[in-house]
């Protein structure tokens, strides 16, 4: 949580300073445990919480909807008392519970409403459904969805996600990304996509 407004501005410029087109709606809260990768939108607002030891990553040029929520820690049950506040004026044992920290892999698309518990991994290319509490991870180039978040799809065949990953277009500069136009533009469902992806980048691989 933030005590001023400065303290929350520092930390957003402190996120956004080693990469260019980073976008976190106004109203977000994150802490100094995030980190948050070149070309992601977070186009709502949104609660991303780390804590040390167990950080939240998202990768590169992930789209996120509005009120994601991403916690790296949780409350014990353990005990008679699940507040915060009253163990520590008590003097009791922390309720601090955690699975570890949270990894968000690139170019993910996050729903609205969204909700991703500590110790949770979400591949590469994956997609979340609206309104979903994720607990378990999520496969690359998957679609889940629900509560809790349940496998519905894979996107692609395991040939183009084979190319995928070999490829890892996020990982390519603004100019490769920007002369590379006619492979952001294949269909890959398309049952020729795995040559018109070699055709687009002129036998690349």
Known sequence: MYNTLKEFILNILRIMKPYKGIYIARGSKLNKYVKVGKGTRINGPCFIMGVQGNCVEIG??????????????????????????????????????????????????????????????????????????????????SVVAGVPAKFIKMRFTDEIIEILNRIKWWSWSEHEIQSRVDFFNIDLTHKNASSKILESLRNEL
């Open 60 to 141: 590169n040029y992930c789209a996120i909807g509005h009120n994601l929520r991403v916690r790296s820690r949780n409350h014990s049950m353990n005990y008679a008392n699940v507040q915060d506040k009253l163990q520590k004026e008590i003097g009791a044992k922390s309720l601090d519970d955690t699975k570890g920290g949270v990894s968000i892999g690139n170019a993910v698309w996050i729903g609205d409403n969204v909700t991703i518990l500590s110790g949770v991994n979400v591949g590469d290319g994956a997609v979340i459904g609206a309104g979903s509490v994720v607990t378990k991870n999520v496969k690359s180039y």
